[in-house]
Structures are given as C-alpha cells and as structure tokens.
T-cell receptor
Framework: GAVVSQHPSRVICKSGTSVKIECRSL??????MFWYRQFPKQSLMLMAT?????????EQGVEKDKFLINHASLTLSTLTVTSAHPEDSSFYIC????????????FGEGSRLTVL | AQSVTQLGSHVSVSEGALVLLRCNYS??????LFWYVQYPNQGLQLLLK??????LVKGINGFEAEFKKSETSFHLTKPSAHMSDAAEYFC????????????FGQGTRLTINP
C-alpha cells in the first residue's frame, strides 16, 4: 500500500530553537496533506490542512506563525515549529490524501518532539 | 460539530477471546465513521470505514464494526483475538467520505494475553 514517511521520528531541541519535520508521500502524489498533534493519552487533534502550492488552512486556536507549514511539492510537506518551548513538546503526525477528495488517507509514523 | 468518545483507554483480552472496542459519536450531520489501528512505531492504518452503505462493515484482519444510529455507536469487534492484534485503536468521525477533517477519539490500547 501507499507509504507516508516522516522525518525525524524523534527530535530533541533547546528552548528557543526551530525544528522542521518532513512528511513525504513515497509512492503517490498528494495534493492535500494534514498535520495532527497528539498529547499523551489524548486523541489526535487536527492542526492544519496543507494544499500543494497554496497557503495552509489552520484550525482554530493553532498559531500559524508558530507552526509554519510548507507544501512545496506533491510529495513533500514540512512543519516548522518556530521558537520552540517545552509546551510544544508533543507527537506530531502527518497524513496524505491520495488522489482527489475521495482518495484514501495514509498516515506517517509520527515525530516526537521534546523541547528542553 | 462532531466528537468521538472511546470507552476504555485500555482493553485487555486473552488470545482467542472476543475483542470489543467501544466507540460512540456525536454529529449534527450524517457521519462517516472510521477505525484506525496504530502498531508501535508505525503510522495509523485504516481498518474499516462506514460510508452510509451497509451498517455492518467488514475490515481487514478479521475486524468488523456495526453502525447503530439509534445508539450513536460504531463498536469494533473481532471474534477471536490474536497476539498480533495488540496495538492502539482509534475511532474517528468525519463529515465527508474522503475524511477531509477527521475528529479522533482518545484511542484504546488493546493488550492480548497469551
């Protein structure tokens, strides 16, 4: 089946630095990708919808200047956590939609961010 | 607005026993419902989905779920648990068949005892 890969799977950074997480669709083109955040023992919360070649659509309460999303190609979307703080520590998961609106959704393995 | 509640953050069953993972939803529009499984260090994988066709949906790995509108439920079952079923399971709801915006439950960790 289709594969979505995230990199890095784990990252530890100092407070105040920026961290970039990549989400790649390995064997299909994804016009739409989604970024989720998962707190311990909680559900995945949609952060933003990323469309290739256009600005991301952020969910209410998500700071777009804090979480920069770039979807520059049909196989790559990036999430940059800017000026990270300990409260940004979380599990970030991306998903990519194959084909059009009714295409199947495939998820990445997730990236665990720890901010010291 | 939509929401999902998964009853039981942790379910433990013996190998060969019935698996029942509970999911109740709330939706102001006809829902599309999904079950995903997450194995350790892997991404979420679609188990099955309800898209307003048959109320009993069969998925991969012997799992099935029944949509009950009167009970606003979409519980996941498997007649006989296998050790390889140990994983985290997520129920999700969407307003569209393509799962453009999924609202997830808290997840249920399934443990299989030998």
């Amino acid at each position: 089946g289709a594969v979505v890969s995230q990199h890095p799977s784990r990252v530890i950074c100092k407070s105040g630095t920026s961290v970039k997480i990549e989400c790649r669709s390995l064997d299909f083109q994804a016009t739409t990708m989604f970024w989720y955040r998962q707190f311990p023992k909680q559900s995945l919360m949609l952060m933003a919808t990323s469309n290739e070649g256009s600005k991301a659509t952020y969910e209410q309460g998500v700071e777009k200047d804090k979480f920069l999303i770039n979807h520059a190609s049909l196989t790559l979307s990036t999430l940059t956590v800017t000026s990270a703080h300990p409260e940004d520590s979380s599990f970030y998961i991306c998903s990519a939609k194959e084909g059009g609106n009714t295409g199947e959704l495939f998820f990445g393995e997730g990236s665990r961010l720890t901010v010291l | 607005a939509q929401s999902v509640t998964q009853l039981g953050s942790h379910v433990s069953v013996s190998e060969g026993a019935l698996v029942l993972l509970r999911c109740n939803y709330s939706s102001s529009v006809p829902p599309y419902l999904f079950w995903y499984v997450q194995y350790p260090n892997q991404g979420l994988q679609l188990l099955l989905k309800y898209t307003s066709a048959a109320t009993l949906v069969k998925g991969i790995n012997g799992f099935e779920a029944e949509f009950k509108k009167s009970e606003t439920s979409f519980h996941l079952t498997k007649p006989s648990a296998h050790m390889s079923d140990a994983a985290e399971y997520f129920c999700a709801v969407s307003e569209d068949q393509g799962a453009q915006k999924l609202v997830f439950g808290q997840g249920t960790r399934l443990t299989i005892n030998p």
